[in-house]
């Protein structure tokens, strides 16, 4: 999160923060990724393994897994479904996507320096185990996307070297070439706050779309990669740098090759993207393109992007959408 700051349209920085009136689904109203949780809390993973198995599209595979490896507690029945069915990779591939969280958990979010050596010690170990999982499964099933895209979302915890993380994306885009979370993932990896810089996370961010067909959802890694770079600038000149022509104009061209084109369709976990397109527009100051994204989005706040404003993401969702309303009028 950006410390408590509360940023609002460059013409109406002196506007109230707006009280909350959602919260965030983290499964963004899907009904399969609401079934998996559900059946994560009961322990059941005959039913994950029922709700997993169907679901061919490599995008949808991942986003499923991640409400699966999001849930709370899984580490510690796992080894159950993986005794019980020894010749499935996917429980093995459920395990290492949870461990990935679960080491997360152990960091914590806080800067390295608030960071005990304890807490890295631990962190480290469920990374380990993580990856070892999903190396297992690659070595099992060379084509499963799902455990690839996470060894590429482990590379910033392991602090693999750009090769490395390089030849993991690609093992991915190789199978499936518009993978969504393997891109996002990697663009993180890209941004200067890891192992890139914003020159590095912008030329991945703009030829990813820019090689993508009509319709694709990763017009959005260039919202992303503008927001990073808004992020890692000084009070003052943070919005100073969103209040751009060229930036607006760039934001509206992504989303026509996007999420505004005729062949765009919407997959479960659409929500985060028109988040991240809602927020982008707000932050530029183009309220009327945020509007056409908060009708799409209703009150499916998610907690990307809207995070790195407030803890609380319906804080400034709220906030922006009744100013992208009122522009509207």
Excluded at 1 to 18: D, K
Excluded at 105 to 132: I, P
Excluded at 200 to 221: D, I, Q, T, Y
Excluded at 271 to 288: I, P, Q, Y
Aim: charged share 30%; glycine share 4%; aromatic share 10%.
């Amino acid at each position: 999160m950006r410390g408590q700051r509360v940023m609002w349209p460059f013409r109406r920085s002196n506007r109230r923060m707006a009280v909350p009136t959602l919260t965030v689904d983290p499964t963004e109203r899907d009904p399969t990724a609401r079934a998996l949780r559900e059946a994560a809390e009961r322990r059941d993973w005959a039913a994950i393994r029922d709700l997993l198995t169907p679901v061919i599209d490599p995008d949808d595979h991942a986003f499923y897994v991640t409400a699966v490896a999001h849930s709370d507690g899984v580490q510690d029945w796992i080894g159950e479904w993986i005794e019980a069915e020894p010749r499935s990779t996917l429980p093995v591939l459920v395990r290492g996507a949870r461990a990935i969280y679960w080491a997360w958990e152990a960091r914590t979010s806080g800067r390295a320096s608030q960071v005990s050596q304890d807490q890295f010690k631990e962190f480290w170990r469920r990374l380990r185990l993580a990856e070892n999982c999903l190396d297992e499964v690659v070595d099992r099933d060379p084509d499963d996307t799902t455990a690839r895209t996470f060894l590429v979302m482990s590379a910033r915890g392991r602090q693999v070297d750009t090769d490395e993380a390089n030849r993991r994306f690609g093992e991915v885009v190789t199978r499936h070439p518009w993978h969504r979370i393997a891109h996002e993932q990697m663009l993180q990896y890209r941004c200067r706050k890891w192992y890139g810089s914003h020159e590095e996370m912008f030329a991945f961010a703009r030829e990813a779309v820019a090689k993508s067909p009509a319709g694709s959802a990763l017009g959005h890694l260039v919202v992303v990669a503008h927001l990073e770079q808004w992020l890692d600038l000084p009070v003052g000149e943070d919005d100073e740098y969103l209040d751009d022509d060229a930036i607006r104009a760039e934001l509206n061209a992504a989303a026509d090759h996007s999420v505004r084109h005729p062949d765009y369709r919407r997959r479960p976990g659409w929500a985060s993207v028109h988040n991240t397109f809602a927020m982008g527009f707000s932050k530029v100051g183009d309220l009327r393109s945020a509007a056409g994204q908060f009708e799409v989005i209703g009150d499916q706040v998610t907690s990307w992007p809207w995070q790195y404003i407030n803890n609380d993401p319906a804080i400034p969702f709220v906030a922006w959408r009744d100013d992208a309303t009122a522009a509207e009028d």
